[in-house]
């Protein structure tokens, strides 16, 4: 199994960035999928998430209104569309799937690094 994370980058605060999260080795369609982050000497925290259909979602308080999770089930690809940043957005950010029957069927991507910086 392998989560592939791209999109991340420098940006100035109010500005937006689209991360992606490509999965192979699985069957996509069986997973609920999120995005965590992870900011320097903080704890990994949940950001969004997603059901395997794609018909329920879930935000952080920190990011409602301002960040969209959605997914391509034939893609094989999960998004965050990401508004309106700021500077403590800045963090790493993760993609994870957690198979809907074997939860312990968890994989997570390698990251990307996301600065909200003028």
């Known amino acids: 199994v392998q989560l592939v994370e791209s999109g991340g980058g420098l940006v100035q605060p109010g500005g937006s960035l689209r991360l992606s999260c490509g999965a192979s080795g699985l069957t996509f369609r069986l997973y609920t999928m999120s995005w965590h982050r992870q900011a320097p000497g903080k704890e990994r925290e949940l950001v969004a998430v997603?059901?395997?259909?794609?018909?329920?979602?879930n935000y952080a308080d920190s990011v409602k209104g301002r960040f969209t999770i959605s997914r391509d089930n034939a893609k094989n690809a999960v998004y965050l569309q990401m508004n309106s940043l700021k500077p403590e957005d800045t963090a790493v950010y993760y993609c994870?799937?957690?198979?809907?029957?074997?939860?312990?069927?968890?994989?997570w991507g390698q990251g990307t690094q996301v600065t909200v910086s003028s």
């Open positions: 997603i059901n395997s259909a794609g018909g329920a979602t």
């Open positions: 994870n799937a957690v198979n809907d029957y074997y939860s312990h069927h968890n994989y």
